[in-house]
């Protein structure tokens, strides 16, 4: 069945630099591609996203790329800030509103 | 508008009760989700509706989770008899577009 892999599972950076946040899914049928990100004891917010016939976005601060042709997609923040830390989840959607969500990747910004 | 209700935002029950959590989703969304969130396993995509109509329920775990959305501003999903490996927080989440809009979410916690 459909499947989406996300790593690493937690992430610890020094405040101001970069983090990057790597996802691959399994059907090729996929043609949308959310990423959200959860507050401890929030709810999951949308941040950005990413359709098919695009290969990268960018907003302010983050930016997303992906490649179909190796079933890729990333999330990079850059100069992070401490309000950054939370738990980001990419997804994928091939239609239908079938949402499949990766496990996670908890984000710690060190001040 | 007030984003996607849900409640109760806290459950304690005991093994072998009957458990209804129920949902409002966006007034105009036509898409309603159920996950349940654990740290094992993530955020799970339990079932979903498209105008009111359950579309794929490949998620609902066992025949103990039913799920019903007898109208477009309200949803129930119900777990009879629930266990204490059903313990999760469950999350509503509805969207007219891309951009899903979670609930506060329901800690489900079965003694």
């Known amino acids: 069945g459909e499947n989406v892999e996300q790593h690493p599972s937690t992430l610890s950076v020094q405040e101001g630099d970069s983090a990057v946040i790597k996802c691959t899914y399994s059907?090729?049928?996929?043609?949308?591609f959310p990423w959200y990100k959860q507050e401890l004891g929030k709810r999951p917010q949308l941040i950005i996203d990413i359709r098919s016939n695009v290969g990268e976005k960018k907003d302010q601060r983050i930016a997303v790329t992906l490649n179909k042709t190796a079933k890729h997609f990333s999330l990079h923040i850059t100069e992070t800030q401490p309000e950054d830390s939370a738990v980001y989840f990419c997804?994928?959607?091939?239609?239908?509103?079938?949402?499949?969500f990766g496990a996670g990747t908890r984000l710690f910004v060190k001040a | 508008d007030a984003g996607v209700i849900q409640s109760p935002r806290h459950e304690v029950t005991e093994m072998g009760q009957e458990v209804t959590l129920r949902c409002k989703p966006i007034?105009?969304?036509?898409?309603l989700f159920w996950y349940r969130q654990t740290m094992m396993r993530g955020l799970e995509l339990l079932i979903y509706?498209?105008?009111?109509?359950?579309?794929?329920d490949s998620g609902m775990p066992e025949d103990r989770f039913s799920a019903k959305m007898p109208n477009a501003s309200f949803s129930t999903l119900k777990i009879q008899p629930s266990e204490p490996r059903d313990s999760a927080v469950y999350f509503c989440?509805?969207?007219?577009?891309?951009?899903?809009?979670f609930g506060q979410g329901t800690r489900l916690t079965v003694v």
């Open positions: 989440a509805s969207r007219w577009d891309t951009e899903a809009f």
């Open positions: 007034s105009g969304h036509n898409s």
């Open positions: 509706f498209n105008n009111n109509v359950p579309i794929d």
């Open positions: 997804a994928a959607e091939a239609g239908g509103f079938k949402t499949i």
């Open positions: 059907d090729s049928a996929s043609n949308y």
